[in-house]
């Protein structure tokens, strides 16, 4: 997630827009319709059903795009990969293992991909296709049924009682994350916590946090030491009425440790309208929380109507939509007082988008480039972007551009894909990661020049799949 | 002489009004599990009840499941839990020993009927046998819980992990990669079974999953030899084991729900070919459902040609669904042996859906359409049918009625009865010689206490071919228990 306490990331995500420009820019440009506001890549004619990602392959800092096509009709499954830049190096890799996580990359001028499907790690090598790396069923109680988590360079391999952690493909060590256990008449249902990256690089939060025995939470820990990671439960007092729902962790008030704000639904004779309430535990310099939430009050939103949270030493900054015919956008401010706490009455920013894409709410995004992220909502007429500002009442409803849905009116599913959905992914998590394994949804991106580009794949009768971006 | 003749007036009103009942029974806690057996020999059943101390009144919620009633606590705890025992006695329930279970998780107990009545206690770790003599339960064996499930924390059970068979009592312990299986009555002989292809539910979908969820089975008599079988079943088909034999398996890919219904021992399969279209709330009410039931021929193969191939009114549910929990949709009616067929419409409209929206909870309006099976194998509706039923329904935990749950033969002419629980009574209405006899229902009426009941349900307590109605109330760590013979 980037915001304005991010600056680095937030330099990262500029750096990677413009080598996507780039990439872009180079990839096809005869092809083009209009050299300046049209471009066009063609996909390999073949490609049946094909599921995009940006990544960087090669490590040049520059985004590369590489497609899965896995067709219910196709014979074999297939990886394309298109480093930055080079179009004419378009690469196949056919691979049996499926459904699997894939990862390729680019090494030493050849392409190369793992893949890992229930407990078996493949690996591709241009002269023998695919093959068995290693089969963790044979040593392993591995879990099945979930996919392995990436974090950086490490990637975390789900097993009965938590995760194996291998780098380069070396097991390192085991990080444990016992899963508590639903039985019921039919089925068994496992919930693990699944490792989260935080702002701070050595140190992980899971995702979700687990009801512990009645009127406590379970939150997980791992806290990088040298090579490997350590592993901590906290148990925390909550109240015996509520149970989590969303939660973020961050600096609130600017002591250097990471304090935890929690947004917990009524757990009983639950009304759709009853107000989500929020606690904060405040960090207590030790890697871990107060036992006790410093403070709790109910906010303004419901269980459906919810979206990101953002935290800082200003304060704590909720971002949803409330109304039930007309969509009416709210960002509610909670800034400390005098005496040191959080004001439980915000500053309430409103303003009302008719027929507004309410899963929309983007805060990642800095189109002015004034160094901190604007806001992104999508309605009809398309994508607005309202400046951020200074003060309690971080945007205005006046101080905004709004970027036209282009060729054709209508909504469009539209995603900044390159960053992390709400506050559940992290800039570390971001990039690189599985989690972004997704069918390329109409993007905007910005290039060098400042503009900003909307991508879409898009396909005509039978023809092939067409990478189409229009400059906005 | 006035006070006394006031009294036995006032009783014989009261048995008039209300049927002739004990008084109801107060429990101590909130049950996690409530099982019966006749524990000494007076052909009557004893209620063993597993129960939880807890002050907290909403975060708990109970079901019917398999004859008993299941508690369900929203995580996993640390109060604490007993074990009681009630003699179902002349005067009623009389309180027998008590188990203190202490703080532990408990994963559930199980009775099983035998010269020596035989509980079973699994109290995560291990599991404790006991037997009743001298009017209490004496420990026998105890067993260290094998794999993984006894070091991880438990949020709920309702798993039938206990199940008496010819070839002896077995121990089933879900694993991550398959079942444990222990032969309680073979010095807990131990055999391992990989769960099968079809028990996968989960797919990848993405990093962000947390949750695996494995089909687990049900113990079922594919082939009637009067021994059990495992049997996994899932939309993408169904496998099944015998219980001693792990090496043999047998298969079946494809859709549809599996039962005797023509009741020669061999399972057959129902599926539901189509639907009528429903485009708006009113048509819910209309909709038919078109079933198919091939005969088995062989273990979880079945004939190409249908039993029955018809339209029946109603929806007839065929397939799990993942937020709302569903009834099976065959039950016998007029225990002939042949499986009858219940489809379900509903009555909805804005308002109600509004309501459920805002409430949480509401009593929502079902048709219930019965109809028996023919000697032919086809299904003839009641006449009668569709019946008016209503149904509390929470939001936290959508749970359509088990129909064994809502019917029994309170009457005793070998046809099921209907039961509906309403705010202070439950209206019973009788089925006989294949009609809905609307005009003849009854009321049980319910006292102050027990009104808007938890959990009713139908029960042959004192084995006299005629089931009892047990109505349960919870409260603030207690449990209301009552339970009534009654007839129009």
């Known amino acids: ?472 | 002489m006035h006070r006394a003749f006031l009294r036995s007036s006032l009783v014989v009103c009261l048995a008039l009004a209300g049927g002739l009942h004990a008084d109801p029974l107060r429990l101590e806690g909130l049950p996690l599990q409530i099982e019966w057996l006749d524990l000494n020999g007076d052909q009557r059943l004893d209620l063993v009840a597993l129960m939880i101390r807890t002050q907290v009144e909403g975060t708990f919620d109970t079901s019917y499941e398999a004859g008993g009633i299941r508690g369900f606590y929203q995580e996993e705890t640390s109060k604490e839990k007993f074990l009681a025992t009630y003699l179902n006695t002349d005067n009623g329930f009389q309180a027998g020993e008590k188990i203190e279970l202490g703080k532990e998780t408990v994963l559930g107990i199980a009775v099983e009927a035998r010269a020596q009545p035989r509980l079973v206690l699994w109290r995560q770790k291990i599991l404790q046998l006991y037997h009743w003599e001298n009017a209490s339960w004496q420990k026998d064996t105890e067993q260290a819980t094998p794999g993984f499930l006894a070091e991880q924390l438990i949020a709920g059970s309702s798993f039938d992990f206990w199940h008496p068979t010819p070839r002896g009592s077995f121990w089933i312990v879900p694993d991550l990669n398959g079942l444990h299986l222990l032969n309680a009555d073979n010095n807990f002989h131990h055999d391992f079974l990989e769960y099968p292809g079809v028990s996968r539910r989960s797919r990848l979908q993405g990093g962000n999953q947390h949750h695996v969820k494995i089909a687990l089975p049900r113990f079922a008599d594919i082939n009637g030899d009067d021994v059990p079988e495992l049997l996994f079943e899932s939309e993408q088909g169904a496998a099944a084991f015998p219980i001693d034999d792990t090496a043999t398996v047998w298969t079946y890919v494809g859709d549809g729900k599996f039962a005797d219904f023509n009741n020669d021992g061999l399972i057959d399969k129902l599926e539901v070919i189509e639907e009528t279209d429903v485009d708006g709330l009113k048509d819910l009410k209309k909709v038919q459902s078109r079933v198919q039931i091939k005969p088995g021929t062989d273990h979880l193969q079945f004939g190409d040609e249908p039993i029955a191939d018809q339209w029946t009114p109603g929806w007839v549910i065929s397939q799990d669904d993942e937020g709302i929990i569903l009834p099976e949709p065959f039950i016998d009616l007029n225990h002939d042996g042949r499986l009858d067929m219940a489809g379900i419409a509903m009555r909805l409209n804005f308002w109600q859906l509004a309501k459920v929206a805002t409430l949480g909870r509401i009593r929502i309006k079902f048709l219930l359409h019965l109809s028996t099976q023919q000697e032919d194998g086809s299904f003839r509706e009641l006449s009668g049918s569709p019946f008016e039923f209503s149904w509390r329904i929470n939001i936290r935990k959508l749970r359509l009625p088990d129909f064994a749950q809502v019917t029994g033969d309170l009457d005793g002419n070998g046809w099921t009865d209907l039961m509906v629980p309403k705010k202070d009574h439950i209206a019973v209405t009788p089925i006989h010689n294949g009609a809905i006899d609307l005009a003849r229902t009854w009321k049980v009426k319910l006292p102050k206490n027990m009104h808007e009941p938890d959990q009713i349900f139908a029960r042959d307590l004192d084995n006299d071919q005629r089931d009892d109605i047990v109505v349960l109330k919870l409260g603030r760590n207690h449990t209301i228990l009552n339970t009534w013979e009654h007839q129009p």
């Open chain 1, 1 to 472: 997630m980037i915001s304005a306490n991010h600056p680095a990331a937030a330099a990262r995500m500029v750096t990677l827009l413009t080598g996507l420009f780039l990439v872009l820019l180079t990839a096809q440009p005869a092809a083009a319709v209009d050299a300046v506001s049209e471009r066009t890549i063609t996909l390999q004619a073949e490609i049946l059903d094909p599921h995009a990602t940006w990544q960087d392959l090669d490590g040049d800092g520059q985004l590369d795009l590489w497609v899965v096509d896995h067709h219910r009709r196709a014979e074999k499954n297939r990886l394309w990969a298109m480093l930055a830049g080079q179009p004419d190096r378009l690469h196949e890799l056919r691979f049996e293992p499926f459904p699997a996580q894939i990862f390729p990359r680019w090494i030493d001028g050849r392409l190369t991909a793992a893949a890992y499907h229930h407990g078996v790690l493949w690996s591709y090598q241009r002269e023998n296709g695919w093959q068995v790396g290693h089969d963790f069923n044979q040593t392993d109680m591995v879990r099945p049924g979930i996919g392995l988590v990436a974090l950086g360079g490490d990637w975390l391999l789900p097993t009965g009682n938590g995760y194996l952690v291998l780098n380069n493909g070396c097991v390192r060590h085991e990080l444990e994350a016992p899963p508590t256990v639903d039985i019921s008449q039919k089925t068994m249902t496992l919930t693990y916590p699944v490792p989260q990256a935080t702002a701070d690089a050595d140190r992980l939060t899971a995702r979700p946090i687990a009801l512990a025995q009645s009127g406590e939470i379970r939150t997980w820990n791992a806290v990088k030491a040298g090579t490997s990671w350590r592993t901590d439960h906290q148990h925390l007092l909550f109240p015996n009425d509520l149970k989590p729902m969303r939660h973020k962790v961050g600096d609130l008030n600017g002591d250097g440790a990471v304090d935890l704000v929690i947004l917990a639904m009524p757990s009983k004779k639950m009304s759709l309208f009853g107000e989500l309430s929020i606690l904060i535990y405040l960090g207590d310099g030790e890697g871990g929380w107060e036992r006790n939430a410093s403070q709790q009050f109910k906010s303004k939103q419901n269980f459906w109507q919810t979206g990101p949270i953002e935290m800082d030493r200003d304060g704590l900054r909720l971002y949803y939509y409330k109304g039930i015919l007309r969509s009416i956008f709210r960002a509610d401010t909670y800034r400390w007082n005098e005496a040191g706490y959080i004001e439980p009455k915000p500053v309430v920013t409103r303003f009302t988008l008719p027929d507004a894409d309410r899963s929309f709410i983007k805060l990642d995004y800095d189109l002015n480039k004034d160094g901190r992220p604007d806001l992104l909502l999508q309605d009809e007429e398309g994508v607005h972007v309202f400046f951020r500002q200074s003060g309690a009442k971080p945007f205005n409803k006046d101080q905004r551009r709004t970027l036209a849905n282009q060729p054709s009116r209508g909504r469009v599913d539209v995603g900044v894909t390159i960053e992390a959905e709400f506050e559940e992914r992290s800039a570390a998590g971001g990039l690189g990661s599985p989690l972004s394994i997704t069918r390329l949804k109409p993007a905007y991106m910005g290039d060098s020049a400042g503009d900003l580009w909307l991508w879409r794949l898009q396909r005509s009768e039978q023809g092939p799949w067409l990478l189409k971006g229009y400059r906005q």
